[in-house]
């Protein structure tokens, strides 16, 4: 699915409240609606390939 209209972006929305839902969904990610419907299938699937395959990407772009 899709968000809903109080999920969506809002300028009014603080500084605090978009960094609480950020904290939120690195918590605890959303599967019903990924970004990453690929990497959603492996966090649900395999957590442990995912675990590693995010551990890469992270060293990647961090060039490690």
């Known amino acids: 699915g899709y968000e809903t209209s109080a999920e969506r972006w809002s300028p009014v929305q ?25 990497a959603a299938k492996m966090f ?11 551990k890469r990407s992270v060293r990647k772009t961090l060039g490690l």
Not at 44 to 54: H, L, P, Q, V
């Open 14 to 38: 603080s500084i605090e409240k978009i960094l609480l839902s950020v904290v939120s969904l690195l918590a605890e990610p959303n599967e019903a609606s990924p970004a990453n419907v690929d």
């Open 44 to 54: 649900r699937e395999n957590r442990e390939k995912f675990d590693e395959t995010a």
